[in-house]
């Protein structure tokens, strides 16, 4: 079972679609798979993922499913949740092709609607990867045990901690089984999911903002000087202070944190950290804030780069007392099953803010090793933000 609802997807997925559809209705956007950790992938493997991808057309809101999301996320407007009830993926957006262990997928089509498939391509290309090779996993009874360890031993840090695992999970029944435990035995420390079917289905809070592509096609819309300023305006706008943690480095938390005046830092409640050391970022964080004259302890930093036990106990140990932290842990929470979690991403490349040419877009992020993008464009980003080479 490769998945069962419209919603399991991430939640910030939904988020931006509504904005998009608000703001942007005639905006077009590409995305491309890269294929970070040079997978080599088995003959046929392009055909069966082209046969998961025209199942997805079948899936459509249910009405149970619309009052989940009408009564948890208020911030919805009910237009845009009759839009989703009507809203069908449509395959002929998503191009496969595969040449020998190569596999190369192509998305294209209005912004609106191709938001949605970053999520789904990138668990199916996983959980079709483990089926093909032949991959056995741990046992449920395992899956379940590994949750409760996990949760209880960061219930015993005195952490917040939600599960951001959906694109890189081993496959939806790991993911569902994880989440069951993480929910039964988290207690406090359990915040939700972004998985929105699965916070539906534990009774669990879904959890989500706004992720690189929102910045990327601002700034293919407004240009890299203004693309900060005006993605957090425009979210402003849709979400009158809901939703507040800002996602931080899209083009470096540096010129994040230049544009992040007052009237944000005030009005948001908080940060995302995804790339860097996450030391030094809580530092730069607690020094903005404290120069705006704002109480650092008023304000929450959600770190989600790549955790483990590990990391979180020395970030929290780190940061206790200086200011507020949560933690979104992915691949550890959801593809801890004995075997290697694949190494992917699916990225924005382009977008077509109006009529006239497609404009590449690129993350720079704080971290060279993520970094996507075309190498002219991400030259020009830096020349105009004023970053080093």
Not at 123 to 138: N, P, V
Not at 144 to 167: H, P, Q
Not at 211 to 233: D, I, P, Q, T, V
Not at 358 to 384: C, F, M, Q, R
Request: a positive charge; proline letters at 4%; aromatic letters at 12%.
């Amino acid at each position: 079972m490769h998945t069962i609802s419209i919603l399991d997807n991430d939640f910030y997925k939904f988020t931006m679609q509504n904005a998009v559809v608000n703001l942007f209705p005639r905006a077009r956007a590409r995305y491309t798979f890269i294929n970070r950790g040079k997978h080599v992938f088995p003959g046929g493997f392009g055909a069966a993922l082209e046969r998961a991808v025209a199942k997805l057309a079948q899936l459509k809101l249910s009405t149970a499913e619309k009052e989940f999301l009408s009564k948890n996320c208020p911030y919805l407007s009910p237009v845009y949740l009759d839009f989703l009830q009507g809203y069908q993926y449509d395959p002929a957006e998503v191009t496969i092709q595969q040449t020998g262990s190569t596999l190369s997928v192509a998305i294209e089509g209005y912004w609106y609607r191709t938001i949605l498939w970053e999520v789904p391509l990138m668990y199916l290309i996983c959980a079709l990867y483990y089926e093909m090779t032949g991959q056995e996993r741990a046992g449920d009874e395992k899956v379940a045990m590994t949750a409760r360890n996990k949760i209880e031993k960061y219930r015993s840090l005195g952490v917040t901690i939600a599960d951001f695992g959906t694109r890189r999970r081993h496959s939806y029944e790991v993911q569902k089984i994880t989440v069951e435990g993480l929910k039964k035995y988290g207690g406090q420390s359990f915040t939700g999911t972004s998985n929105v079917h699965l916070a539906m289905l534990c009774g669990a809070k879904p959890i989500g903002t706004h992720a690189h592509e929102w910045f990327m096609f601002h700034a293919a819309k407004f240009g890299f000087k203004m693309s900060n300023r005006l993605a957090l305006e425009n979210w402003v706008q849709i979400y009158r202070g809901d939703l507040g943690i800002a996602l931080s480095d899209t083009y470096t938390s540096e010129v994040f944190f230049q544009q992040f005046d007052k009237k944000f830092s005030k009005l948001f409640d908080g940060v995302r950290h995804d790339s860097g050391d996450p030391i030094e970022f809580a530092d730069k964080t607690i020094a903005h804030y404290r120069r705006l004259g704002i109480n650092p302890l008023s304000k929450t930093i959600i770190f989600s780069d790549g955790l483990n036990y590990e990391k979180v106990e020395s970030i929290a140990a780190y940061c206790r007392g200086k200011i507020g932290i949560s933690f979104g842990i992915g691949t550890n929470f959801t593809n801890d099953v004995g075997l290697t979690p694949l190494n992917i991403v699916i990225k924005m490349t382009d977008a077509l803010p109006d009529e006239g040419i497609w404009n590449p877009v690129v993350k720079l992020s704080d971290d060279k090793g993520k970094y996507t993008g075309a190498p002219e464009t991400i030259h020009l980003a830096k020349v105009i933000l004023g970053l080093p080479e």
